[in-house]
């Protein structure tokens, strides 16, 4: 049956087929431009973030531990980060947990403490060359020795965890080396070992 139905035509009942055509048409045409309209401006997805990383490196240490551990990472051409250099190339230290020290603050006039120690590194991009990634006890508070675990992640294309493992650091000052790896030319991961070597204030 016909959209629209025109005017009786001569005393008789019917539809022009013409018009409904054009009618059809029109309604065509409408529906493909709201559809274009919708491809053109999607919906905004808020609270959405997707931050470029190719790796992932999280060190942390006992929840609720007021001992301060360190992540250095030294990559291609000697770059580094540190807390005292949060950013290097494309490397990034994107938390620097300092124990106890950094756990607190206020919100909306109440303490709120955070006792998960942790610290994240990423790097954005795959140049060539070595990486280490080193653990510092910079500060300790109750001279204990404090369990440290190391998680590293390839993040693209897809998540693939490349080290993980749990090391001892016995007293401040100690410095051990996490574990290394090596981007080749066409940015693949290869010899990842845990040599050891010290890199903090060798600057």
Do not use: C
Request: net charge negative; glycine share 6%.
């Amino acid at each position: 049956m016909s959209l629209f139905r025109s005017r009786k035509s001569n005393g008789n009942s019917g539809s022009d087929p013409f018009t409904d055509l054009l009618f059809n048409a029109l309604l065509t045409f409408t529906f493909l431009f709201l559809i274009s309209l919708l491809l053109i401006n999607p919906p905004a997805k808020s609270g959405i973030i997707d931050p470029k990383a190719e790796f992932l490196i999280t060190v942390s240490w006992e929840d609720g531990s007021a001992n301060d551990i360190d992540t250095w990472v030294q990559g291609p051409q000697n770059k580094r980060i540190w807390f005292k250099q949060t950013q290097n190339g494309l490397m990034h230290l994107d938390r620097d947990d300092r124990g106890a020290a950094n756990d607190t603050q206020q919100v909306n006039g109440k303490e709120i403490i955070n006792p998960l120690n942790q610290e994240v590194v990423t790097i954005r991009g795959r140049p060539p060359g070595e990486f280490i990634v080193n653990v510092h006890y910079y500060k300790s508070e109750d001279q204990l020795e404090v369990p440290v675990t190391i998680y590293l992640a390839e993040v693209n294309p897809t998540l693939k965890v490349l080290h993980y493992a749990t090391l001892n650091l016995k007293n401040e000052g100690e410095e051990k080396t996490a574990v290394r790896f090596t981007l080749n030319g066409q940015g693949k991961v290869e010899n990842i070992n845990t040599l050891q070597t010290n890199i903090v204030g060798n600057l």
